[in-house]
């Protein structure tokens, strides 16, 4: 047996019978044949490429092997339904379990007790469908907490993309996962291999990240440090210090061919402007409001979230002003502020509810245009990806709390598609070149969904 298939190797032969794929299994059983004038067990295995049915006499170990072949069966139909390689990992690990449990009792009651660890075949007739839609657009999964003790949380995502300079080496566009106590997982985007299992920035909760100049991945924590890792060497060897407070965004203005700058807004209102090529600050300003959530930069404009309203305020701090939300917008969490750019759009989210606002930059007076999220409870996240907005949530799906997407049509203002993307809320989002769609889940799962963008 391996992770795909099953091989019959008898003895004193060199060469060996493939049985099955796992895949393509369509039935398992015990059965019984005539030998001579006696009824012996036998294990029949019907497969899909196989015109005859598969029979053999495996003596003691008949329902053992039953055992283990039923449940790297089921983990293999599962990886498939769900995209999730894993499953297949985890059946293995159970089969291999239920091999030491037969090895180590030698009892009668052995085969019931390693039928305990049958996990998957169990499952798979309890498990619900996935959505039709879901399905289609679901194209992979991945797992940042792989080698965790427990599922943590992926809070931030970021996609790098590559570089075609060959004096760089291999320059892989990456996946870069935040996950708890300042922990950085890195896939390669190319593969979603692992490429860096943990790179560790401070202890504290990371909040944002952003990519500079495209040999560098700015980091912003909770402990009030922005983190500077360097693409080529995956080491952290700078540290930006001068915030008190928790970060809660960077953005970069490379609107100045000539010099880049990169704005950092902490928690508490403290606005720093940084020039990039030196890592210096090139100005700095406190804002007079507190529980800054979110920041944006829009041409010459810096649009804030707080509690209850959205701050917009020039570069050079000319002017200021705040735009009240709508009553039914009591708050206003971390990323879920979103611009849409071509269309001077600016895109607020209700937290504790099912409410998007969407308003017009060139005027601010006029009313915002509402958009509701049917069977929705709790919205955390928002990008822009073509003309359509993704929306991380967690709401209702098959009567469970679900963590949900919703596609939205940019230019209709209606929702296209919900997405099951996960057990567990949806706490990040994230664009690969406008292709696919990464979603990263909560502590109850740590999993990361990948999806086509059509």
Not at 186 to 203: D, E, I, M, P, R
Not at 409 to 426: F, P, Q, S
Request: charged share 25%; with cysteine.
């Amino acid at each position: 047996m391996t992770q795909k298939r099953l091989f019959l190797l008898v003895d004193g032969r060199q060469s060996y019978e493939e049985i099955a794929i796992f895949r393509n299994i369509e039935e398992v059983k015990i059965s019984t044949s005539a030998f001579l004038l006696l009824r012996i067990q036998t294990l029949r295995i019907k497969a899909s490429t196989r015109k005859d049915v598969f029979e053999a006499n495996l003596k003691s170990e008949c329902e053992l092997w039953q055992l283990m072949i039923k449940e790297m069966w089921a983990g293999r139909k599962m990886a498939d339904t769900h995209k999730d390689p894993q499953y297949v990992q985890e059946a293995l690990t159970n089969v291999l379990l239920m091999n030491a449990v037969i090895g180590a009792l030698q009892t009668t009651k052995s085969i019931y007790s390693a039928s305990k660890l049958s996990h998957f075949d169990k499952m798979k007739n309890e498990v619900s469908t996935i959505p039709m839609t879901t399905a289609e657009t679901l194209k992979h999964r991945i797992n940042p907490c792989a080698g965790e003790t427990v599922p943590q949380s992926v809070d931030v995502l970021l996609y790098t993309p590559g570089q075609l300079d060959a004096s760089l080496g291999d320059d892989c566009p990456k996946l870069w996962c935040a996950l708890g106590q300042g922990k950085v997982v890195v896939f390669n985007a190319s593969t979603w291999s692992l490429q860096q299992h943990c790179l560790k920035v401070g202890s504290a909760k990371l909040r944002c990240m952003v990519g500079v100049e495209q040999s560098q991945v700015w980091i912003g924590s909770s402990d009030s440090i922005i983190y500077i890792i360097n693409t080529h060497s995956m080491s952290c060897n700078k540290q930006l210090n001068d915030h008190q407070g928790e970060l809660v965004d960077i953005v970069v203005d490379s609107s100045d061919p000539l010099k880049s700058l990169a704005y950092s807004c902490s928690a508490d209102g403290k606005v720093i402007v940084w020039d990039v090529s030196t890592l210096k600050i090139k100005d700095w300003f406190q804002l007079q409001y507190q529980d800054i959530t979110a920041m944006k930069i829009y041409n010459t404009l810096l649009l804030y979230s707080t509690k209850d309203l959205v701050l917009v305020t020039g570069i050079k701090r000319d002017f200021c002003f705040k735009v009240e939300a709508p009553v039914a917008v009591m708050k206003i969490p971390s990323s879920c502020l979103q611009l849409f750019r071509q269309k001077s759009q600016l895109w607020v989210a209700a937290a504790d509810g099912n409410e998007i606002c969407v308003y017009n930059m060139g005027d601010f007076s006029r009313a915002p245009h509402k958009i509701l999220l049917q069977d929705c409870s709790v919205i955390t996240c928002m990008i822009r990806v073509k003309q359509q907005i993704w929306v991380g949530t967690k709401g209702m799906s098959q009567s469970k709390l679900k963590g949900k997407i919703y596609v939205i049509d940019a230019e209709k203002k209606t929702v296209e598609k919900e997405l099951v993307a996960h057990c567990d809320i949806v706490k990040s989002l994230c664009s690969a070149e406008d292709r696919y769609v990464l979603s990263g889940s909560g502590e109850q799962e740590g999993k990361v969904a990948i999806w086509k963008v059509e």
